[in-house]
């Protein structure tokens, strides 16, 4: 089993300090070979990728999204457009890559970062594809990214219900991805800042093995991250471990003025795995 630790960063907001702590992991599963995950945990942007087409188009997909988007992360400006050309970047890496034949080759991405820019700063979501960003504030949690897949628009329009859902035949057809073609926009969600709020991010699958009240159930048992992680990761593999399985868990506080933690004195990020 991968070893997974917490990481934190408080950062400094108009109103007082904020503090982030964090966990990830990504993990082959019981049933695959290849791991086609990959994922990206460092402040300010929280990211897993989950790649698809020919046995090592998917991880090429994967592994190029998120190396593009470490860029953005180390060049200082996390925003729309700056994530956008990024995204522009690794469908050209992906396209050129001589092991990446495959027509259906591309990556899902989600994930979450932090707008400090203004007076208000707050959450931004990003989401292509069907991998989610989950949220539990004050006991409830919801799903914040629309998955698009077949199966959603289905659903949507009330052609199919969520539990006919979950063992559709198309469960796996996604109708957005980064790769198969040049135009790459994600769906942005805009999030209030609260603390106490805790966001799981996590690869299709860690859903395909734990519905939404288990997820909730191991955050309620798990109040660290890293305990979190391996907690959903230990319960997807015991459920069949069909899929990759990556997952990120992210806590939002405010500082404890007992703790350690100095701005930036901690690692605060973790590298792209896939």
């Not at 050209?92 to 034949?101: L, Q, R």
């Not at 860690?206 to 907690?231: M, N, R, S």
């Amino acid at each position: 089993m991968p070893e997974v630790t917490t990481q934190a960063r408080d950062v400094e907001m108009p109103d007082g300090a904020l503090s982030l702590e964090w966990a990830a992991v990504t993990h082959t599963g019981r049933r695959r070979d290849v791991n086609q995950d990959a994922v990206f945990a460092g402040y300010p942007l929280f990211v897993v990728a989950d790649g698809m087409g020919g046995h090592i188009g998917g991880e090429i997909a994967s592994a190029s999204t998120i190396t593009r988007l470490r860029e953005v992360v180390d060049a200082g400006s996390v925003t729309p457009e700056t994530i956008e050309k990024a995204l522009g970047r690794a469908v050209k890496d992906i396209a050129s890559h001589p092991e990446a034949t495959d027509e259906g080759t591309g990556t899902t991405l989600t994930g979450v970062y932090l707008e400090t820019a203004g007076d208000e700063p707050h959450w931004v979501t990003l989401n292509i594809g069907d991998s989610r960003v989950y949220l539990l504030r004050e006991g409830t949690i919801v799903q914040i990214t629309t998955d698009h897949s077949v199966v959603q628009e289905l659903v949507a329009a009330g052609r199919l219900s969520p539990e006919e859902a979950e063992s559709h035949p198309y469960g796996n057809v996604i109708t957005r991805a980064v790769g198969p073609s040049e135009s790459v926009t994600p769906d942005y969600v805009r999030i209030e800042l609260a603390a106490g709020d805790r966001f799981v991010i996590c690869s299709d699958g860690l859903t395909k093995e734990l519905t939404d009240y288990g997820i909730k159930h191991f955050l309620a048992e798990h109040a660290d991250p890293a305990a979190a992680v391996d907690a959903m990761l230990d319960a997807a593999l015991e459920n069949g471990g069909r899929d990759n399985i990556s997952i990120i868990v992210l806590n939002v506080g405010p500082v404890d003025a007992g703790a350690s933690h100095a701005p930036g004195a901690d690692a605060d990020s973790s590298p792209a795995a896939n």
